[in-house]
């Protein structure tokens, strides 16, 4: 055992690490509301385009609690304050109304692009923070409300401000890395395209790429392959058109990588039919690139059925894949199939794939490679 422990000087973390940090906090606060004004903010850094904004709002969202995202570089002071209004010659500040005001309610504060403000927005933000209320107005943030920030850093060539010393002593600070694993997770459970999985998989050095990209145009981010995978169901009939728009979102050197990787691996139908038809012939490619695409498709395809008994036969149909694929892409099929998509939750996911008769073969088989524990918690 090691007696050397590594400092790391940016406090980094993952965007799994992020999720489980910032859960714990808000269902803190929301079931100890009492605790509104002593438990600590989050402070949130990384380079445009990690998605941590998504992050919070996807939290947000899981919860079932409210969420309000308000962008402090696109406001003044006075958007943050509120006008005032004189009545029998006093005074009154109007708060604007994104502010939450139900003394019941839970959600989530979010102070996003807090570190390109400017400075007196930024003494705004620091009241919010410290004391939880507007000056010179009777509003009071509500207990059940937790409050996060979120910004770039200077490295990232981005718009940043120096944040006061007392702001930023009343955070909890953490930068967050972007990690193609971590990722591709997260891109399974949200329908993210299986060609951009497949593709990040293949080459995941350019999941973010910002060093000899034009950053004025469209460059490689969590953010930008999102947006990829929004517009080739637009444009799937037309690649020469796809292939512009895809140029516009990643920039020219990517896009045209990623548009050979899309052209050759495409098709899924034969995926599809390995799932539903136990007859089907299971056909393993042998390339690199075929083989990220092949597992991505698996992976996206599986919960893409219609009820329960659909669920159930690509399950079946999934291991009956698996049972002829090395253990490095079984195990990175089954792990993703894990992280369940919009339409099954994780726990529905892992439920369906642990309880299937053909587990436990492949647990024994993929021990070694599928060692990672995996629980029913939420």
């Not at 903010?41 to 990384?46: N, T």
């Not at 409300?145 to 930023?168: C, E, F, H, P, Q």
Request: charge should be neutral; aromatic fraction near 8%; include cysteine.
């Amino acid at each position: 055992m090691s007696d050397t422990t590594n400092i790391n000087l940016h406090n980094s973390i993952t965007t799994a690490e992020a999720v489980e940090i910032i859960t714990a906090a808000v269902k803190t606060a929301i079931a100890n509301p009492e605790l509104a004004s002593s438990l600590p903010a989050i402070m949130l850094r990384g380079a445009p385009g990690v998605g941590k904004s998504t992050i919070i709002r996807n939290i947000a969202n899981k919860l079932g609690i409210g969420f309000v995202d308000v962008r402090l570089a696109q406001l003044e002071r006075v958007d943050v304050c509120g006008l005032p209004s004189i009545e029998d010659k006093v005074t009154n500040w109007n708060v604007p109304a994104f502010w939450p005001k139900d003394k019941g309610s839970k959600g989530i504060i979010l102070l996003d692009e807090i570190t390109s403000a400017p400075p007196d927005v930024q003494v705004a933000a620091y009241q919010l923070v410290l004391d939880r209320c507007i000056s010179n107005s009777n509003y009071k943030v509500p207990d059940g409300w937790y409050i996060i920030a979120a910004g770039n850093r200077a490295i990232d060539r981005a718009v940043v401000k120096t944040m006061s010393s007392a702001l930023a002593n009343r955070f909890m600070h953490f930068e967050v890395d972007v990690n193609p694993e971590d990722w591709g997770f997260w891109a399974v459970a949200n329908d993210i395209h299986p060609a951009i999985t497949g593709f990040i998989k293949f080459r995941p050095g350019l999941l973010f790429k910002m060093d000899d990209q034009n950053l004025e145009q469209g460059w490689p981010s969590p953010r930008s392959w999102e947006r990829v995978s929004n517009v080739i169901p637009m444009f799937a009939g037309n690649e020469d058109i796809l292939r512009k728009a895809v140029y516009g979102l990643v920039g020219s050197g990517v896009g045209m990588e990623f548009m050979e990787f899309y052209r050759v691996n495409k098709k899924t139908d034969d995926v599809l039919e390995m799932l539903v038809n136990p007859k089907a012939n299971v056909v393993i490619p042998t390339k690199s690139d075929e083989k990220c695409a092949f597992a991505a498709a698996v992976s996206y395809l599986l919960w893409n059925g219609h009820d329960s008994q659909d669920d159930k036969t690509r399950v079946e149909g999934m291991y009956r894949i698996l049972n002829e694929m090395s253990s490095d892409y079984a195990t990175l099929i089954i792990k993703n199939a894990m992280q369940g998509n919009r339409r099954i939750s994780r726990i529905e996911a892992m439920k369906l794939i642990s309880g299937s008769p053909s587990y436990a073969e492949f647990a024994k088989t993929h021990s070694k490679a599928f060692s990672q524990k995996y629980t029913l918690d939420a």
